[in-house]
């Protein structure tokens, strides 16, 4: 359960988003809006990547207060993730796997599927956009979250890895109890996760559609 208590994100004199007091249960989430509206700030700001007013907790765990503790439990993929150029693709999945306490080869089944393993060796400067998203999508599962959350992560991935990944995102809030929150320009399929619900930014707030 992720609560938001007189949540507020600003820009200089602009506030882009105001949430006062919303609740969003486990589950699968597409959040989605207009350009522009906050999808991005909102998930940057659950992960703890921004500063916001007010509270976020998560399984009453505040991220003002107990910071340690709550960003053990959330995962970030960003939409244009941006990594050291000089690490390889292994080096940084093993960074994450010491970083989250994670058990060694968690993400193996996600990396094959992928068809990864040709170039995990290779430095990340030698990455394309789609193998770095690939990478960010795999670097999200690492550890033990209770929430992972995913910013446009359809974009600049292929079709077979997309079904991959759909597939796994089901399978982990099936049989692990995982959360998703998934912004997205694009339409996602609701036949491949048929648990999703909407929730909309609209007017910097955010709305829960059943």
Not at 18 to 46: M, Q, V
Not at 80 to 85: A, G, L, S, V
Not at 155 to 160: P, R
Request: include cysteine; glycine fraction near 8%.
């Amino acid at each position: 359960m992720l609560h938001f208590s007189n949540f507020s994100k600003s820009y200089g004199a602009n506030t882009v988003l105001r949430i006062n007091d919303f609740t969003i249960e486990p589950g699968i989430y597409w959040l989605h809006g207009p350009n522009g509206s906050g999808k991005s700030t909102l998930l940057k700001s659950i992960g703890g990547l921004l500063f916001f007013e007010g509270e976020l907790l998560l399984d009453c765990i505040n991220l003002k207060r107990d910071s340690t503790n709550y960003k053990r439990k959330v995962n970030f993929g960003d939409a244009e993730p941006i990594f050291p150029e000089f690490l390889t693709g292994t080096e940084m999945i093993s960074l994450f796997e010491e970083a989250k306490n994670a058990p060694a080869k968690q993400v193996d089944d996600l990396i094959e599927g992928m068809n990864m393993h040709a170039y995990l060796h290779e430095p990340l400067g030698s990455y394309s956009s789609g193998m770095l998203k690939k990478l960010s999508l795999v670097l999200a599962f690492v550890g033990n979250p209770k929430l992972i959350l995913l910013d446009e992560p359809l974009n600049t991935i292929d079709q077979a890895s997309l079904a991959v990944l759909y597939q796994f995102i089901k399978d982990k809030h099936e049989e692990g109890e995982i959360s998703f929150l998934l912004s997205s320009h694009q339409p996602l399929d609701k036949q491949a996760l048929p648990q999703i619900k909407e929730l909309l930014i609209d007017q910097r707030t955010i709305n829960l559609f059943n």
